[in-house]
Nanobody, 117 residues
Framework: QVRLVESGGGLVQPGGSLRLSCAAAVRFFALYDMAWYRQAPGNERELVAHSTSSGSTNYADFVKGRFTISRDNAKNTVYLQMNSLKPQDTAVYYC???????????WGQGTQVTVSS
């Protein structure tokens, strides 16, 4: 059974940093595109950062220069390093694993990030 487990969320002051991790219990992790999404109360879920199986990355404009997505295929884990956090970054952050060739699309349960003084 496929599981994605996020960790690393919490409360941080504006300007601070957090590192989210997503451990994926999925076969052939390296062949999956991995992404981080977030959803704030009253808002739709939005893409934050994306890492393709071929190694390219892209970011939402609102996190460019502040967040970095990385992956360790040997550990079946994707990370989101978040720096210079702002109150508007407050949201539940979700990990996603997708492989369009196989029609697979998996989500984690989410981890809360709260940026507040």
């Amino acid at each position: 059974q496929v599981r994605l487990v996020e960790s690393g969320g919490g409360l941080v002051q504006p300007g601070g940093s957090l590192r989210l991790s997503c451990a994926a219990a999925v076969r052939f992790f390296a062949l999956y595109d991995m992404a981080w999404y977030r959803q704030a109360p009253g808002n739709e879920r939005e893409l934050v950062a994306h890492s393709t199986s071929s190694g390219s990355t892209n970011y939402a404009d609102f996190v460019k220069g502040r967040f970095t997505i990385s992956r360790d295929n040997a550990k079946n884990t994707v990370y989101l390093q978040m720096n210079s956090l702002k109150p508007q970054d407050t949201a539940v952050y979700y990990c996603n694993a997708a492989n369009s060739r196989w029609g697979n699309d998996y989500w984690g349960q989410g981890t809360q990030v709260t940026v507040s003084s």
